[in-house]
């Protein structure tokens, strides 16, 4: 029970100041680089036109990539309002590299639920299907903090010929820390001391600029994320990307479109105004969603909730997830988010049997772009200890609001 709700939240932001300054820092330092990377490419008002038919000479389109290239980097990218979405970029990317008689080996564990299908899948098409082998090895874990399994992973790349390392930089929905950027750099040499030709490839959803370097500045050698969430600023209405060596990507264009003509072709009949402008004022937005998962954090452990990450930990991706311990509390919490979102408002969220997912999940998500997870959302499997994840927040003012009417509700 809060007493004063108004109160007890400005409380909890005095506690974050410290927190909220090394945001801000960081944001500036990629807000420099993503303006650099547009001043580099020379943007103007030509690479906003749309194209249509094949898309030949979109210039659109071409100066997308090498602005994600410089931002990331990178030797090379593919950015394409036609991936639709994360998981379609990812798969895009393993189909593109993987071979039939190839390993693909996961070192953070099950990936996200959405890929289940795409690597083990029966008669869908998936990896599984052309022969691809696939190895896992869960994270180390010590309370919430983590670590990868060095040992087997020395042992899994000493016994096979690992093509490619997949690793997942945020967390789904585990009871644990985000992967950081420190860890990631410190398993590309240990995995190329042993294995120099292996690739080893990022998911790289949700951590986009929540830290001053990317995975791709870490020698990773390919990195793999979605528009609707933190590059698109909000703004992208569709779209992936694929950053990393030319050669691969040059693979990868080949699976999007067709071998023989890659990436050569892609129209897109609606403009790039969005996704540029998305792009542009990424740093900035995800730095208040930042603010607000901090906030959602302070709140809930000053309640007596858990929370990950915990009070003293550092941010390695934008969400933060609240152990509830309670079904109906859970549900209540998505549908109070709902209702305070500007769009579908009206509506109420229930838990349903969502493709992909094991258990029946609820999600609330009231976005002007359809599932943007950089918009303020949660969302949950239901299974104890039910705990949600909420992400996202175009405004701090937004996220700050719907936490109050949960106070309130909970105040009931």
Request: aromatic content about 10%; charged content about 25%.
């Amino acid at each position: 029970m809060v007493n004063n709700i108004n109160k007890f939240i400005e409380e909890c932001e005095q506690s974050l100041i410290e927190k909220f300054k090394k945001v801000n820092q960081n944001a500036l330092y990629n807000q420099k680089k993503v303006l650099q990377a547009f001043r580099k490419n020379n943007i103007s008002q030509r690479h906003f036109v749309p194209t249509t038919g094949y898309g030949y000479d979109d210039e659109g389109r071409m100066a997308l990539s090498k602005i994600f290239s410089d931002i990331f980097n990178t030797e090379n990218a593919i950015v394409s309002p036609l991936i639709a979405s994360g998981t379609a970029a990812l798969s895009a990317a393993l189909f593109g590299i993987l071979r039939p008689g190839d390993y693909l080996y996961s070192i953070s564990g099950k990936p996200y639920d959405t890929l289940s299908e795409v690597i083990s899948g029966d008669l869908n098409g998936s990896l599984k299907d052309f022969k691809i082998n696939y190895l896992e090895t869960n994270i180390l874990k010590e309370g919430k903090k983590i670590n990868f399994d060095y040992k087997e992973i020395e042992k899994n790349l000493k016994e096979n010929f690992i093509k490619l390392i997949f690793i997942g930089r945020s967390r789904g929905y585990e009871w644990r820390e985000a992967v950081s950027l420190n860890l990631i750099e410190q398993a590309v040499k240990f995995i190329k001391s042993i294995s120099p030709e292996t690739i080893i490839m990022v998911d790289n959803c949700y951590g986009e600029f929540v830290e001053a370097k990317e995975p791709s500045d870490c020698g990773v050698d390919l990195i793999v994320g979605s528009l609707n969430k933190n590059p698109g600023g909000g703004l992208a209405p569709t779209g992936g990307y694929i950053a990393g060596k030319d050669k691969l990507i040059q693979l990868i264009a080949g699976r999007i479109t067709a071998p023989s003509i890659g990436m050569e072709v892609g129209s897109y009949a609606f403009g790039y105004t969005q996704i540029l402008q998305g792009l542009f004022i990424a740093p900035h937005v995800v730095s208040g969603a930042i603010k607000s998962a901090l906030l959602f954090g302070e709140v809930f452990e000053k309640l007596g909730y858990e929370t990950l990450p915990e009070k003293n930990s550092e941010d390695f991706d934008m969400i933060r997830s609240i152990k509830l311990n309670d079904e109906k509390k859970l549900i209540d919490f998505c549908k109070t988010v709902q209702k305070f979102s500007p769009i579908d408002s009206n509506l109420c969220p229930e838990p349903w049997e969502m493709p992909g997912y094991s258990d029946k999940v609820i999600m609330a998500a009231g976005t002007f772009i359809q599932g943007a997870s950089i918009e303020l959302s949660a969302d949950a499997p239901i299974r104890k200890p039910y705990i949600v994840h909420i992400q996202g927040a175009l405004t701090y003012e937004h996220a700050k609001i719907v936490i109050e009417e949960i106070l309130k509700e909970l105040n009931k």
